[in-house]
C-alpha cells in the first residue's frame, strides 16, 4: 500500500493533467495481455496492422511480468495538456543513471530480456543508446497507434476532469475520491492506495497532488519512488465510449416527431454532455449540434447548466418520458 498525506494546502493545490505518453506507454499493456482490457479490443485490432514488429519487440519488452513499465518514460506533466513531443524531449533527457535504475525495476525478479543486457554494466554509453533507440520507437509507435485517435481520446478525458473538479467542488475530497476506483480510501486526511506492489508513505508537504486521468489504465498507479512529489495515475470514465458505435437512428415514433438527427441526441443526452463530446460520440461537427440543442431546449426535452469552461446538456423529465415512450414502442 501507498499513501499520500495531504494537508489543507496540498488539497488547495490538486489540480489535473492529461499526458499523451501516459497514454502511450500504458497503451503498450494493452497490446501485450489484451485479456485484461476487454474494452480495448476494438482499438487493439485496429492498431496491431500498423505497427511494425523490430520495433513492438522493444515496446513490449518494457512491460515486466507484473505489467510495470519504467516510470522514466512517463515524467510529471508540465501544464493541464502537455504535448506528447515535449514530454517525449523530457524522456530523452533521462540521466543514464535513472533509466538503468527503472529498468530493471520492471524486471525485480531477474529474467531480463536481451535486449535490456548491455545495462547491466557500470557504463552509460549503451544505457543512452537504449533510451534514445526506446524514445524513437515511442514516437513511431505514437504515430501509428495513438494520434490518430487522439482528438476523441481528449475530449474522453477532459470530460473526465470537468466531473471530478465538480465532485470536488461539491463535496471535497471525500467526494472526489469516492468512486475513482475500490482501491483508493479518503481517511482523515491521508489517500490510501492499496493493492500495489510498493510499501511508503510519502507527506506531500506543500507540493499539492496531480492527479492524471488515463484511458489505459486499469487501476490508481503513483510513481514508484517516495521521493517524487505525489502523483496519481487513475482510470478515467467514459472509456466505453470511444470504441462504441456510432448510436443508430431510433426508427419509432420520436423519429417521426423529431428527427432522425434530434432523436439520436436526445438519446444520447441520458447523462449530462458537453457539446463537443455529443459532436465526437455521434461524428458530426459542434455546429450541427448546438442548431439541433438550441430547438430540444427551446422545446423543454433537455436541460442546461453551467460547469466550468463547459455547458453539460441532460434530458429534461419530459425528455426522459418521451425517450421512455420509445424504448418501450
Known amino acids: 500500500m501507498i499513501s499520500f498525506r495531504l494537508g489543507v494546502e496540498d488539497l488547495a493545490d490538486t489540480r489535473f493533467a492529461i499526458s499523451p505518453i501516459h497514454e502511450a506507454v500504458l497503451s503498450l499493456r494493452v497490446l501485450r495481455e489484451p485479456g485484461l482490457y476487454a474494452l480495448h479490443v476494438p482499438w487493439r485490432r485496429s492498431v496491431l496492422g500498423r505497427l511494425d514488429a523490430p520495433g513492438a519487440d522493444l515496446l513490449m519488452s518494457l512491460v515486466g511480468p507484473d505489467r510495470c513499465v519504467p516510470d522514466f518514460l512517463t515524467p510529471r506533466p508540465a501544464s493541464f495538456a502537455a504535448t506528447f513531443e515535449g514530454e517525449l524531449g523530457a524522456v530523452r533527457r533521462t540521466p543514464p543513471d535513472v533509466v538503468r535504475r527503472d529498468v530493471l525495476a520492471v524486471y525485480p525478479r531477474g529474467g531480463l530480456p536481451a535486449v535490456f543486457q548491455e545495462i547491466t554494466a557500470n557504463e552509460d554509453e549503451p544505457v543512452l543508446a537504449l533510451r534514445d533507440a526506446i524514445c524513437d520507437r515511442l514516437h513511431h509507435y505514437w504515430q501509428a497507434a495513438i494520434k490518430p485517435t487522439w482528438p476523441q481520446m481528449r475530449l474522453v478525458l477532459e470530460a473526465d ?3 471530478r473538479a465538480r465532485q470536488l467542488a461539491v463535496g471535497g475530497a471525500r467526494l472526489l475520491f469516492a468512486d475513482m476506483h475500490p482501491n483508493l480510501r479518503w481517511q482523515d486526511g491521508v489517500l490510501h492506495i492499496d493493492k500495489l506492489i510498493g510499501r511508503h508513505h510519502v507527506a506531500a508537504a506543500g507540493r499539492g497532488l496531480l492527479l492524471v486521468p488515463s484511458i489505459f489504465s486499469h487501476r490508481p498507479a503513483p510513481p514508484v519512488s517516495p521521493d517524487d512529489p505525489p502523483l496519481l495515475a487513475y482510470p478515467c470514465r467514459g472509456v466505453a465510449t470511444l470504441w462504441a458505435p456510432t448510436p443508430a437512428a431510433d426508427a419509432t415514433a420520436v423519429t417521426s416527431l423529431l428527427g432522425a ?24 461537427t459542434p455546429s450541427a449540434v448546438s442548431q439541433h440543442l438550441k430547438v430540444l431546449h427551446a422545446t423543454g426535452l433537455i436541460t442546461r ?17 418521451l425517450a421512455g415512450q420509445s424504448v418501450n414502442q
Open 261 to 284: 438527427p434530434r432523436a439520436r441526441l436526445l438519446h444520447l443526452l441520458a447523462e449530462p454532455l458537453p457539446t463537443v463530446e455529443i459532436a465526437r460520440r455521434l461524428t458530426v
Open 161 to 163: 476532469t470537468t466531473y
Open 305 to 321: 447548466a453551467r460547469d466550468g469552461r463547459h455547458v453539460l446538456y441532460r434530458r429534461s423529465t419530459l425528455g426522459d418520458q
